[in-house]
């Protein structure tokens, strides 16, 4: 079995930083894709980026140039680095990853962000 626990959610206010991390651990043989998922209230969730295995990255549109995705594959971990937080920024952020041929979810983290 595969766990992913993130961590690094918060209240903060428009304009801020925040860093989530995202440790995947349990028995893991690969890990390819990872990254990052929100859903605000009354919304769908949505994606936010996304890293492969190698390091290429994929953005959703409105969080490029505002987000940074990055992972450590020594420590199975994938981070997300947020700056320039906006309200509409809010949601719970789910973390995602492809471990062992299979589609892992986190059990999400709160972002709140203060205008």
């Known amino acids: 079995q595969v766990q992913l626990v993130e961590s690094g959610g918060g209240l903060v206010q428009a304009g801020g930083s925040l860093r989530l991390s995202c440790a995947c651990s349990g028995s893991i043989f690969s890990i390819n894709n990872m990254g990052w998922y929100r859903q605000a209230p009354g919304k769908q969730r949505e994606l936010v980026a996304t890293?492969?295995?190698?390091?290429?990255?994929n953005y959703a549109d409105s969080r490029k140039g505002r987000f940074t995705i990055s992972r450590d594959n020594a420590k199975n971990t994938v981070y997300l680095q947020m700056n320039s937080l906006k309200p509409e920024d809010t949601a719970v952020y789910y973390c995602n990853a492809w471990a062992n041929a299979h589609n892992y979810w986190g059990q999400g983290t709160q972002v709140t962000v203060s205008s």
């Open positions: 890293i492969t295995r190698g390091g290429r990255t």
